[in-house]
């Protein structure tokens, strides 16, 4: 039977099952090493696999970033860890400029297996500087691949294949989910062995009829709050799909649920104004204006910066409440 763990368990088997597989997997970042990770997610691993696997950075992430990706152009497949995704405007220009184009200008020849991964979210009363969800910036570039799990599982199988891949690949973690726990397969009880979740297939987290919340990270525990409201309290069956991967992105599975139910409201924790949401909304628009029964809705955080107050933060983020509401108008 699968067991039980939490995200950051699941996590960490992950990084400890890819260190294991290949000897060109490290792990850089601040305090991963003997402090075992700011949020304890490579706990144990640097006893295990030593400093020459598990590597503490300087307070720099445009230096350890750019190392990372140089590193990765000759063989090395780095595993950075960003505090917050935050910092990693710091290493703009690294993770941007150089990572994203690289294999493209180099005409195939020159890959950039680097995975950057670290807490994106608000509600954790960290302030304005530490609250970012940057994932619709890294999307907009080509030769990024943009990951956001919200389930032990995915963030398993996700990041085993995140650092298999020959891409530059922006892990997208949130801390509130950390210590969330689910079922988890251990890799006796797999096929093969282990856990690999490709990158760019989305899963529906719960199967409806009446409307589709879509959904990637923590939003789609909120999206998963408000089906069981609006089934138990409307009869109204909801359909929760999970991107996981935001790019390279499931269409497929999107456009599927859409046309089952014929209404959409896209869920996220990410800023309105050119966020993940505007860009769903328009491929669903496009792709399937004649299937629709109403309008394709839009719930996203508050467009200001996170508050530092923990009561007035959580009013700048979706509630399964908001979710209820504003599918309600849509019937």
């Known amino acids: 039977m699968p067991r039980e763990i939490t995200y950051r368990e699941a996590l960490k088997e992950a990084l400890d099952e890819e260190l294991a597989h290949d000897e060109n997997v490290v792990i850089i970042g601040e305090e991963v090493a003997e402090y075992n990770g700011a949020y304890k997610v490579t706990e144990g691993l640097w006893k295990k696999w030593g400093s020459k696997r598990l590597i503490d950075a300087p307070i720099s992430e445009a230096g350890f970033i750019g190392i990372g990706i140089g590193a990765s152009m000759l063989g090395v497949r780095p595993v950075m860890e960003l505090m917050f995704y935050s910092f990693a405007y ?17 005409g195939g020849l020159i890959h950039c297996p680097i995975v950057v991964r670290g807490p994106a979210n608000g509600g954790t009363n960290v302030g304005a500087t530490h609250s970012h969800t940057p994932e619709n910036i890294f999307a907009n570039m080509p030769g990024l691949k943009v990951v956001s799990p919200s389930h032990p599982i995915d963030a398993k199988g996700l990041l085993k294949s995140a650092i298999r891949d020959n891409d530059p690949v922006y892990f997208m973690e949130s801390t509130v989910l950390y210590g969330t726990k689910g079922l988890v397969p251990a890799n006796e009880e797999l096929e093969g062995g282990e856990l690999l979740i490709p990158l760019g297939k989305a899963d529906v987290k719960r199967e409806g009829t009446d409307i589709s919340l879509i959904a990637h990270g923590r939003a789609v525990l909120t999206c998963l709050a408000a089906a069981e409201i609006l089934e138990s309290q409307h009869q109204i069956s909801a359909e929760v799909v999970d991107l996981r991967s935001i790019r390279p992105l499931d269409e497929e ?3 599927a649920s859409v046309r089952k139910t014929h209404r959409a409201i896209y869920v996220e924790e990410n800023k309105p104004f050119c966020g993940i949401g505007a860009q769903i909304s328009s491929m669903i628009m496009e792709q399937a204006f004649d299937d629709l029964d109403a309008p394709v809705l839009r719930i996203a955080s508050a467009d200001a910066p996170a508050i530092y107050s923990p009561p007035l933060e959580k009013m700048q983020l979706p509630v399964p409440e908001e979710v209820v509401a504003r599918a309600l108008t849509l019937f």
């Open 90 to 106: 710091v290493a703009f220009d690294q993770m941007m400029n150089n990572a994203a184009a690289v294999r493209y200008m180099s």
């Open 253 to 255: 599975t999107i456009m």
